[in-house]
Structure formats: structure tokens, C-alpha cells
């Protein structure tokens, strides 16, 4: 049986502020290699999915 497990991507400087298409993410580089850490949260109330490994791709689009 195929499961998946909801989640939202919220901004690096924000517990609250989701990232999305409409709300995108801005910075300045420095041009030097950077780590950017995304916060993911998964809803609260929802059934526990069954023990597993779960994996997804995130697509990033980098203009500059």
C-alpha cells in the first residue's frame, strides 16, 4: 500500500511563515558557497503513517 506523509516547507527565518509559489524565498549571496535549512513541519492530528522510509524531491529554482 502506497502512503505518503503531508508537510508544509516554511521559510529559514520563520516557524510561521510558509514558503510557496506566491511567497518565495529572497536572499543576497556573498559569493561563497551557503547552507540554507529549510524548517518542515508535518500537521499535527493526523493518523501515524506506518514505520518506513519515506522520501520526496523539493525543486529549487535559483535566479540571479
Given amino acids: ?3 505518503t506523509i503531508p ?3 516554511y521559510k529559514p ?3 510561521t ?3 510557496s509559489i506566491t ?3 529572497s536572499m543576497t549571496g556573498n559569493g561563497t558557497g551557503q547552507n ?3 524548517r518542515v513541519r508535518v500537521p499535527s492530528g493526523l493518523s501515524t503513517p506506518r514505520v518506513g522510509n ?3 524531491a523539493v525543486r529549487a ?3 540571479y
Fill in 13 to 15: 527565518s520563520s516557524a
Fill in 36 to 38: 540554507i535549512v529549510m
Fill in 1 to 3: 500500500t502506497f502512503e
Fill in 7 to 9: 508537510y508544509a516547507i
Fill in 17 to 19: 511563515e510558509l514558503l
Fill in 54 to 56: 519515506y522520501t520526496d
Fill in 61 to 63: 529554482v535559483i535566479e
Fill in 23 to 25: 511567497n518565495k524565498l
